[in-house]
């Protein structure tokens, strides 16, 4: 049974910084594409980042490319979002995802959830 969990989230000041991390468990994750989506209360689900398990390549939405960057740790089974220069439209509860190989960037192809962190960014 695969398990995320993420914690990290918080409230923080505009231009602020906050690490999220994702700690996975229940299986081997070699061929799993590991995920960040956010959602704003009354907007839907929306892909943020995402990360190959097996050679490690990134994919950002274009709002947050060079302000967050994601990052697995193999030997924890454990994923990390950075997230630099934050503002107040990156307020949302964020939520870990995974599925199987190939990427995917509608929340409806991922198998496994999280239950989420809030992150406020105060303007």
């Known amino acids: 049974q695969v398990q995320l969990v993420e914690s990290g989230g918080g409230l923080v000041q505009a231009g602020g910084s906050l690490r999220l991390s994702c700690a996975a468990s229940?299986?081997?994750?070699?061929?799993?594409?590991m995920a960040w989506f956010r959602q704003a209360p009354g907007k839907e689900r929306e892909f943020v980042s995402a990360?190959?398990?097996?050679?490690?390549?990134?994919y950002y939405l274009d709002s947050v490319k060079g302000r967050f960057t994601i990052s697995r740790d193999n030997a924890k089974n454990t994923v990390y979002l950075q997230m630099n220069s934050l503002k107040p439209e990156d307020t949302a509860a964020y939520y870990c995802?995974?599925?199987?190989?190939?990427?995917?960037?509608?929340?409806?192809?991922?198998?496994?959830w999280g239950q989420g962190t809030q992150v406020t960014v105060s303007s």
């Open positions: 995802a995974a599925r199987q190989d190939p990427v995917y960037y509608s929340s409806k192809r991922y198998d496994y």
């Open positions: 990360i190959r398990w097996s050679d490690g390549t990134t």
């Open positions: 229940g299986r081997t994750f070699n061929s799993y594409v």
